[in-house]
């Protein structure tokens, strides 16, 4: 069947049967009703519903348009000068019809969705001559109709037609070949969608009647004619008409600013007609319909109200309003037209709206950025933030590297094994941190990392437990530690690294709160003379701070002795959930409060003489602080670490030994790190096995586990062995 052929017979469909389908208005192609007190034409007479319409298109219709073939962007010139005007517009004088720009069929589109909840686009004729477009003959232009002037012509269960009723009442029948019909879903229709109009139509018609309402208040109010009464009887007209003229008389003589009086005669009083206002419920519910409609559109209804300021980011109303309506109806469009684009070059494309630029999307993005910066920070590699977060960040080298903080050491290098070796963190160093030894690793430290950078892509990664010998300085460890001792003794130290960073992270925070405070209290004597006897009074809450730290280590340790003991278990083999004595548990926290209390006491003092050198020294307020902050810092690197390691290590010894004796292990081994700086008597200790419930001796002390807090402190601070359980002697 012929083109020609298959529009007659679409129109026989049609003949006898529109005026059942078509308001009289329709066929006339007049569609106008005129009327002010009723809402008829709810774009043109509701501000609300206008308002929200353009909050979507509006934003839908600023952004550019991109095709895309597979992963690439198709930049076809013929077809980008003819998308920036793909359509007609209303006939003009002489019936000439102008092309329109891709902003306002843009627009129109997303306008109809919002309004009708489905749109068309209609092809002419000529793009149904074989491969017209793909010829390279020119595109001629689409139409989008009202889609209350579009009927779908169905026959036999079939959509077979659409029927085009332009103004004037000239009709033109389309092929459905040549129609682009996109719907929402509704469930009242299975051919035609259903818009947000309909929603709103009922909050839309009662915040207009309202305003009649009140319109027609404020127009009464505005009436300054004057009523007379006749109070005796029937004015006749001949008095009628002397009031009216003495009343004229005087209203001319009050605008020319004169204040006449005015005398009547007989039972006649004047009066005015009395204002009226709207109720505040009235308006209450009217304002309340505005953001009814907003609802049914899909637009924040927080933006139906005037604001001082509005938020920023992707808690603002206007983030809320592109991200949940306009880029789904913008998808919704772009679908239809990437298969327009399809059908035009025979290629198959997809079609997206650019929202990179927008800026409330750049914002929005930037805060990712700055959050995918802190994930970064804290270990996540750059990559899983980027998928995390959404930012769309392309690829590159080393964006699959996570990092950690304190020590900014690749997650995962050496190996997949964590720092095990006291020159690759100070927190393992078995020796009592003082500032010159403390500066002596750190320098250790970045040689070790500089070697590691230059070091060739074919050096082994491995964890090495030598000291870097770049520089020519030989290579230490302790003699006679087998593979097997080394890897044992890294395998327990691994599973201690998260505790520890438990226990350091929960210290730092308190110290920075103190820091806090004490630049607080500097800060309040800006530009005032200080001697030293204020020192006290500028230094941080000490019973604070130490009430604050007990209570952080309490919750810290306590995990950690079920922890210690747990893997024990799991290292014998058990099921058995371990969980430490509450009794003991008790008197162990007791027990490590007077030590901890002891270390709060000695970082009062050291930061008490730091504020007191800088007064002595005739230091400014900004000088002192900065002595502070040093101060501070030097305590978060050296006494913090020692002091987390110091308590990890007793609570995995004391846990270890009850757990060995509840599960009835018959030995128990000192084991070592074997690190170039253990202590002599811990490495003389190494290998040493004695029963269960027998001490070992270690320096001439009887210690029962590593970490024994009955120990002497050079027996005890920063200790890193392990106690291990054996089956034999």
């Known amino acids: 069947m012929t083109f020609g052929e298959r529009i007659r017979a679409i129109g026989a469909l049609v003949t006898g049967k529109a005026s059942s389908g078509f308001a009289s208005a329709f066929l006339r192609g007049d569609t106008a009703i005129e009327s002010t007190n009723r809402l008829s034409q709810s774009y043109a007479q509701s501000a609300w519903i206008r308002s929200a319409v353009n909050h979507i298109s509006g934003e839908i219709s600023g952004r550019p348009l991109r095709f895309y073939a597979g992963d690439e962007e198709y930049l076809d010139p013929k077809l980008q000068a003819w998308w920036a005007k793909p359509a007609l517009g209303p006939a003009i004088r002489g019936g000439v019809r102008p092309r329109l720009p891709l902003s306002s069929v843009l627009r129109d589109l997303s306008s109809w969705i919002s309004l009708e909840g489905e749109f068309f686009i209609c ?102 004619g004057f009523i007379v009464v006749g109070k005796g009887g029937v004015v006749d007209q001949a008095q009628r008409e002397s009031i009216a003229a003495d009343l004229r008389a005087k ?83 772009c679908g239809v037209l990437a298969q327009l684009a399809s059908r035009m070059t025979g290629i198959e494309l997809m079609a997206e709206l650019d929202w990179d630029d927008h800026p409330v999307v750049r914002e929005v993005r ?131 690294i998260e505790t520890l960073k438990a226990f350091e992270s929960g210290i730092r925070r308190e110290l920075m709160e103190a820091r806090k405070q004490t630049l607080a ?62 009794a003991k548990a008790i008197d162990f926290l007791r027990s490590r409060e007077n030590r901890l209390g002891d270390a709060s006491d000695a970082i009062h003092a050291s930061v008490k003489n730091a504020i007191e050198d800088g007064l002595n020294s005739g230091e400014t307020m900004d000088q002192v602080a900065a002595r502070v902050r040093t101060a501070f810092n030097g305590i978060a690197d050296g006494r913090a670490r020692t002091i987390a390691a110091t308590e990890v290590s007793v609570c995995y010894g004391v846990a270890r030994d009850q757990a060995m004796q509840d599960a009835g292990v018959p030995y128990k081994e000192w084991l070592t790190s074997g690190n170039i700086n253990v202590r002599d008597s811990h490495a003389e200790a190494n290998g040493q096995t004695v029963p269960v419930d027998e001490p070992f001796i270690v320096d001439g002390e009887q210690l029962m586990h590593p970490g024994d807090p009955s120990g002497s402190a050079g027996n005890v601070i920063n200790c890193h062995c392990v106690s291990i359980a054996k089956a034999d002697s």
């Open 521 to 582: 209290n500097i800060g309040k004597v800006q530009g005032k003379s200080v001697t030293k006897a204020a020192a006290a009074d500028l230094i941080f809450d000490k019973e604070q701070f130490k009430a604050g730290l007990l209570a952080v280590m309490r919750k810290r340790e306590k995990a950690a002795l079920d922890k210690a003991g747990q893997q024990l278990f799991s290292e014998l083999g058990k099921d058995d959930p371990f969980i430490y004595p509450p």
């Open 123 to 224: 092809l002419d004729d000529s793009w149904l001559l074989a491969n017209a477009a793909r010829a390279g003959a020119s595109l001629p232009p689409f139409l989008v109709p009202n889609p209350d002037r579009v009927r779908l012509i169905v026959a036999g269960g079939e959509i077979q037609g659409y029927e085009y009723m332009a103004p004037g009442g000239r009709r033109k029948v389309f092929v459905p070949e040549q129609v682009f019909h996109w719907k929402a879903f509704n469930p009242y229709d299975d051919w035609r969608g259903v818009g947000a109009l309909q929603a709103a139509s009922v909050a839309a018609d009662a915040a207009f009647s309202t305003g009649v309402y009140i319109r027609d208040l404020m127009r009464n109010n505005g009436d300054q």
């Open 251 to 333: 209203r001319n003589a009050l605008r020319r600013g004169v204040a006449m009086d005015l005398f009547l005669t007989g039972d006649i009083t004047v009066e005015r007609p009395p204002e009226r206002a709207a109720s505040t419920d009235l308006n209450l519910g009217k304002s309340m319909s505005h953001q009814e409609v907003y609802v049914a559109f899909g637009v924040p209804p927080s933006m139906a109200e005037v604001k001082a300021s509005y938020s920023i980011g992707k808690e603002s109303d206007y983030y809320q309003l592109i991200s949940r309506t306009c880029q789904p109806q913008g998808k919704e469009i």
């Open 366 to 496: 930037s805060s990712r950025i700055e959050t995918a910066i802190r994930l970064w920070g804290v270990g996540m590699p750059m990559r899983n933030a980027n998928e995390l977060l959404g930012i769309g960040m392309q690829e590159f080298p080393g964006w699959d590297v996570g990092y950690l903080p304190f020590s900014v050491a690749a997650v995962g290098e050496g190996g997949g094994e964590p720092a095990t070796d006291a020159q690759e963190d100070p927190a393992l160093a078995e020796t009592e941190d003082d500032p010159e030894v403390a500066k002596i690793r750190l320098l250790m430290m970045a040689r070790k990392r500089s070697c590691q950078r230059s070091a060739p892509a074919q050096q082994s990664q491995e964890f090495s437990v030598f000291a870097c010998n770049c520089h020519g300085e030989p290579g230490i460890a302790m003699k006679g530690r087998s593979e097997a001792e080394v890897r044992l003794w890294k395998s327990h130290m691994s599973q201690r």
